[in-house]
């Protein structure tokens, strides 16, 4: 059950969000689910979505999206902070 009075991002809305500890992060939505909001990080956005990649962001990205979530986890290409640490969505 979502406690929370954030507003949550629509999925693949991409923007930066405030932790109520005061760091800021990028992400990308992908969805909220047991009072988690899972999203891609900067560090994910990067390299599994790379804007005019060369051939080396290519191989990357592609062995990047083959991993399974978990693994992305541990990579922290994808992140999943409880909702309560969010203090809020900035764009």
């Not at 949550?8 to 992060?25: D, I, Q, R, T």
């Not at 956005?45 to 062995?63: T, V, W, Y």
């Amino acid at each position: 059950m979502i406690t929370s009075s954030l507003q949550f991002p629509p999925v693949n809305h991409a923007g930066k969000m405030l932790y109520k500890n005061g760091l800021e992060a990028n992400y990308s939505s992908i969805r909220v689910e047991n009072n988690r909001f899972y999203h891609h990080t900067g560090k994910g956005l990067k390299e599994m979505f790379p804007s005019n990649p060369d051939i080396g962001q290519k191989m990357l990205a592609d062995e990047l999206n083959k991993k399974t979530e978990p693994e992305l986890i541990e990579s922290r290409h994808i992140m999943c902070p409880f909702i309560d640490q969010i203090e809020k969505f900035i764009v």
